[in-house]
Structure formats: structure tokens, C-alpha cells
T-cell receptor, first 112, second 115 residues
Framework: NAGVTQTPKFRILKIGQSMTLQCTQDMNHNYMYWYRQDPGMGLKLIYYSVGAGITDKGEVPNGYNVSRSTTEDFPLRLELAAPSQTSVYFC???????????FGSGTRLTVV | AQTVTQSQPEMSVQEAETVTLSCTYDTSESNYYLFWYKQPPSRQMILVIRQEAYKQQNATENRFSVNFQKAAKSFSLKISDSQLGDTAMYFCAFMKQGGSEKLVFGKGTKLTVNP
């Protein structure tokens, strides 16, 4: 049981480049989330999905896009990378009920 | 909108002693959950303990326990018999029950356990 798998673990982008952060879960969870964590700060929600084909914006969605074509996958797309997007990105999933989230191991992204 | 405040950016404790991390939150919701997550240097987010707001009894998980004061909107974490492996960032988080069930995080408290 792999849980939530994020790739890549590290990436350096140049300003203006684009990339996709991959996230896959094998727990058949309907809910999936993307958060970013800036130094000295808590996690802030970028986008979330309550099921395949359904996505919605979180607190800080500008500069990002998502899709949810299957229950398992929830990729995060960065278009025209900017230094302000330098951060650690976490994908998470959960089932309904009182349980907490299952987090991936994170992607450290640096935009130079 | 809900907010979560952790007023202690950093704390330290001696090994084997007890430490309490503070968390307050603001919400108009009646049904919600509260969580403490641990983030060690490995960066992994690890669930430490959770509390359902409708339960009056404070949650306990081995050396970790909470003091949940619903009226005061306070949710502190007590770590007993602190161990070196407890050194980490600790995040308090709020989740409204139902709907999208998004987690709202505090800024975290960096805990160092000294030998």
C-alpha cells in the first residue's frame, strides 16, 4: 500500500518554464488536495477535488491549474513559473469521516 | 473563514520532561475536527492526534494528549516524557465537518528536544 506518491521530490525551474507535479493515491479516496508550504509558514491550500471530474480553487490558486480525470491522479500544473512559486508542495488525500489526511512526501520546487 | 493561531514560534524542552504547545482557533461552525501534525526534518507530515468537536473527552495517543476547551476555542498539545525524536515542527489544524473538508493550518511551532 503506497499511500500518496508525489513526483518529483526536487526540481529547479527557470523563470517562465512550466511543469507538472504528479500525485497518485491508491486508497480510493475521493478527496484530494494540493498545499504549498513557504518557509516559516503553515500549509496553504492551492486546489482541491472532491471526486473525479470535480475541482475547485483554494486559498492561493493563482499561477496553477489542476485536473482530476481519475480517482487516483491529481496533477498540479505550473504555467510560467515565477520566483514566488518557490516552495514545498504537498499532495494529500482523505476519505470521508473523522480521519485525517494522508500526505505525500512533498516536492521542493525552486524557481530561479 | 476559519483561522488557526499558534502563538509560540519556537519551544525547547529537556529530554524526559513535559511540554505543552498552544493553539487557538476562530470559527462559527459547530461541527468540526481539530488535528495536530508533526513535521520532522524529513518533511513528512505525520498525524499526531485528532479531536472531534462533539466529544467532550480529550483525545490521548500514548505520550500525546490534548486539552480541548471548546468554549475558549483552545486546543493545546501536551507531550509527556519528551524524546529526541519528538524534535519537529508541529502544526495545529482545523477542519469543518462536511463539504470539501479542507484543512486550515496554523503557522507551526518548532519544538527542539535537548539531551
Amino acid at each position: 500500500n503506497a499511500g500518496v506518491t508525489q513526483t518529483p521530490k526536487f526540481r529547479i525551474l527557470k523563470i517562465g518554464q512550466s511543469m507538472t507535479l504528479q500525485c497518485t493515491q491508491d486508497m480510493n479516496h475521493n478527496y484530494m488536495y494540493w498545499y504549498r508550504q513557504d518557509p516559516g509558514m503553515g500549509l496553504k491550500l492551492i486546489y482541491y477535488s472532491v471526486g473525479a471530474g470535480i475541482t475547485d480553487k483554494g486559498e492561493v490558486p493563482n499561477g496553477y491549474n489542476v485536473s482530476r480525470s481519475t480517482t487516483e491522479d491529481f496533477p498540479l500544473r505550473l504555467e510560467l513559473a515565477a520566483p514566488s512559486q518557490t516552495s514545498v508542495y504537498f499532495c494529500a488525500s482523505r476519505d470521508t469521516g473523522p480521519g485525517g489526511y494522508t500526505f505525500g512526501s512533498g516536492t521542493r520546487l525552486t524557481v530561479v | 473563514a476559519q483561522t488557526v493561531t499558534q502563538s509560540q514560534p519556537e519551544m525547547s524542552v529537556q529530554e524526559a520532561e513535559t511540554v505543552t504547545l498552544s493553539c487557538t482557533y476562530d470559527t462559527s461552525e459547530s461541527n468540526y475536527y481539530l488535528f495536530w501534525y508533526k513535521q520532522p526534518p524529513s518533511r513528512q507530515m505525520i498525524l499526531v492526534i485528532r479531536q472531534e468537536a462533539y466529544k467532550q473527552q480529550n483525545a490521548t495517543e500514548n505520550r500525546f494528549s490534548v486539552n480541548f476547551q471548546k468554549a475558549a476555542k483552545s486546543f493545546s498539545l501536551k507531550i509527556s516524557d519528551s524524546q529526541l525524536g519528538d524534535t519537529a515542527m508541529y502544526f495545529c489544524a482545523f477542519m469543518k465537518q462536511g463539504g470539501s473538508e479542507k484543512l486550515v493550518f496554523g503557522k507551526g511551532t518548532k519544538l527542539t528536544v535537548n539531551p
